[in-house]
């Protein structure tokens, strides 16, 4: 394996891929990646990956042994924390009716399940509300707060949503209804004037625990409600025994990894646990998924990501609101399994509607880019038609294929445009949206670093185009001019094993912000290309001893990458990508999942 020592180099020479990236070798010393390997008895190239992610010895411990006692803090060190269980112990003691208002996507979805099954192993009801997006759009509204209230509910948990939903939360106060916001969103520097606002990127919070999902902080919450039951001596005077607080990570697992935060720190000790606990299959919905998927190895956050959460999602985007919450919270095998068919319906109508969106807006991003193809720094597409339910999916693909940060927007009837935002690495598109709804470009707007939404009236579009250009070329060019594919070395044909693989993922998971290992196979030549399924390129290549390797370049078809493996059957090739052991008829093999590649020439 080549090992990059020279840093500034490019790896295999790869100056320009075929995507248009420089290879480059993740930093690794060599003396760490030895005493790595010696201290921990791991094979030299999985020392390197770890060295690779800035892990020395130090910290090695933590990081290949990621443990709750380690990682998680006490849930009092979040603002207000103590306020929200007390108000909800109180709520419990009382008989009081409590409610969860929960995003309809994954992070809101497990969230809310995560707080209905807690409060089933208190034998308590939990009445849960999900918006329906087409009509009543994202977060709190003061219609849905008048239900609850009707429905005698007392305490409303908003999950995944409210941090700036001031009006709404004011029209629950002046009803009689308490609320508790639970979220993770960025927040303004004022607050809404709930009972207690639960959020680790509020002004004022260290900032520590920031990478935090939504389902994390929910998580926090009920480790925080169920001390102070017990401190009330609940437990005991009811005849209860704790819930099993740990059995709910799977949730809490499925929920971090779908909304792409970072697996680091907390959030690497909640995904690795939380694996754990999925792979026992407890959760009803989550084994119906696996089921109708063919899902039969151990879950990992490639099936969370990629398999489970689009169908959670799918519901949200372009069926019933509540699917997703209602298949995650059930504990009937036969309701599981008729909610995951369900789904599994929806995800399919929600990839026709998206194939649509995403081939006009992709005509309209390259009209506008013409002839001279200058890209803008920050790409918006907005038309009216447009399905709501899938303009964040639209936003991440073109964000791939520009590599620009890039909204989508649908706009209504009423010339109101309901968007989404995904960004490239280094670009915070949170802040610019929290930046441009105070500057009143906006009329509702946040989200984080990597994703955000909006609300924007399409006569200030060109205002918003001009505000992002102003905000973020800089930025955005600073972030260009570092576009590099990292890769962990070069690896022969013959190097890709089962085994290798599985060494790999014993020092997982990966993901966001913890980038799975990714490797480029030298000089091999493509012996077969060819579309599969919709629009995926498949590929074996073959290695100089002979040896084969099975690939495939998801969405690829239609691109560079797609059209360069198609074009040079019979010719050698550097290629790069991710490994993934593959289980077919009893048989286990490993392969790789293609992100780029480059003439061998090079």
């Known amino acids: 394996m080549d090992n990059g020592e020279n840093h500034d180099s490019f790896l295999l020479g790869v100056e320009k891929s075929v995507t248009g990236r420089a290879w480059k070798a993740r930093p690794a010393e060599f003396r760490h990646v030895k005493a790595l390997s010696q201290a921990h008895r791991l094979p030299e190239i999985v020392a390197r990956v770890v060295a690779g992610r800035g892990i020395d010895l130090d910290t090695a411990e933590?990081?290949?042994?990621?443990?709750?006692?380690?990682?998680?803090?006490?849930?009092?060190?979040?603002?207000?924390?103590?306020?929200?269980?007390?108000?909800?112990?109180d709520a419990i003691e009382q008989e009081q009716k409590v409610a969860v208002f929960g995003d309809y996507d994954v992070d809101g979805a497990t969230s809310s399940a995560l707080l209905v099954r807690y409060f089933r192993a208190l034998n308590k009801e939990l009445v849960t509300y999900i918006p329906d997006r087409m009509k009543e759009g994202y977060g709190p509204n003061a219609g849905a707060f008048a239900a609850l209230k009707d429905q005698d509910c007392n305490v409303v948990v908003t999950v995944d949503c409210g941090i700036v939903s001031f009006d709404p939360i004011q029209a629950a106060n002046e009803s009689g209804l308490d609320v508790i916001v639970v979220d993770h969103h960025q927040a303004e520097p004022r607050l809404p004037e709930a009972v207690a606002v639960v959020n680790p990127n509020r002004i004022d919070e260290s900032g520590e625990f920031g990478q935090l999902a939504a389902v994390g902080v929910m998580f926090m919450v009920i480790v925080g409600l169920n001390r102070e039951l017990r401190q009330r001596n609940w437990f005991s005077e009811n005849g209860l025994k704790e819930p099993d607080l740990l059995s709910l990570l799977d949730l809490v697992a499925l929920g971090t990894i779908c909304d792409v935060v970072p697996l680091t720190g907390i959030n690497r000790a909640l995904v690795s646990q939380g694996l754990k606990v999925m792979a026992r299959r407890q959760n009803p919905g989550i084994r119906a998924l696996c089921d109708i998927n063919s899902v039969r190895e151990v879950p990992g956050t490639y099936h969370a990501g990629f398999v489970l959460g689009p169908r959670v999602n799918a519901g949200g985007r372009v069926g019933r609101s509540g699917a997703g919450t209602d298949l995650l919270s059930t504990d009937d095998d036969q309701h599981a399994l008729k909610l995951a068919k369900e789904l599994h319906q929806y995800n399919a109508e929600r990839q026709t509607i998206e194939q649509m969106v995403n081939e006009q807006a992709l005509v309209q991003v390259q009209k506008a880019i013409g002839p001279a193809g200058i890209i803008p720094s920050v790409i918006i597409a907005a038309a009216p038609g447009w399905h709501p339910g899938v303009i964040g999916i639209v936003a991440g693909r073109l964000k791939e294929f520009f590599q620009r940060p890039t909204f989508v927007i649908a706009i209504d009837d009423q010339g109101i445009g309901k968007g989404s935002g995904r960004s490239i690495p280094g670009v915070d598109l949170g802040a610019a949206v929290t930046a441009a709804k105070q500057q009143g470009i906006l009329e509702a707007g946040g989200g984080h670093a990597m994703a955000a939404g909006l609300t924007v009236a399409e006569a200030n579009l060109q205002a918003f185009q001009d505000f992002l250009a102003d905000r973020l070329t800089g930025t955005v060019d600073d972030a260009i001019k570092g576009l590099s594919l990292k890769l962990d070395g070069a690896l022969s044909a013959n190097a890709v094993r089962v085994q290798l693989v599985?060494?790999?993922?014993?020092?997982?998971?990966?993901?966001?912000?913890?980038?799975?290992?990714r490797f480029a196979l030298n000089d091999v030549e493509i012996?077969?290309?060819?579309?599969?399924?919709?629009?995926?390129?498949?590929?074996s290549f073959r290695g100089s001893d002979g040896t084969t390797v099975k690939g495939i370049a998801f969405r690829a078809g239609d691109k560079p990458l797609?059209?360069?493996?198609?074009?040079?059957?019979?010719?050698?090739?550097?290629?790069?990508?991710?490994?993934?052991?593959?289980?077919?008829?009893?048989?286990?093999?490993?392969?790789?999942?293609?992100?780029?590649?480059?003439p061998a020439e090079t």
């Open 62 to 89: 933590l990081y290949l042994n990621p443990t709750l006692k380690n990682a998680l803090p006490d849930p009092s060190v979040f603002k207000d924390m103590d306020k929200a269980c007390v108000r909800l112990a």
């Open 562 to 598: 797609g059209q360069f493996l198609l074009g040079n059957r019979g010719q050698k090739v550097h290629v790069a990508g991710t490994l993934r052991n593959n289980e077919w008829s009893g048989r286990k093999t490993a392969e790789i999942f293609i992100d780029d590649a480059a």
């Open 502 to 517: 599985d060494q790999l993922n014993e020092v997982g998971p990966f993901g966001q912000g913890h980038a799975q290992p």
């Open 527 to 539: 012996s077969y290309a060819d579309i599969v399924g919709a629009d995926h390129v498949k590929c």
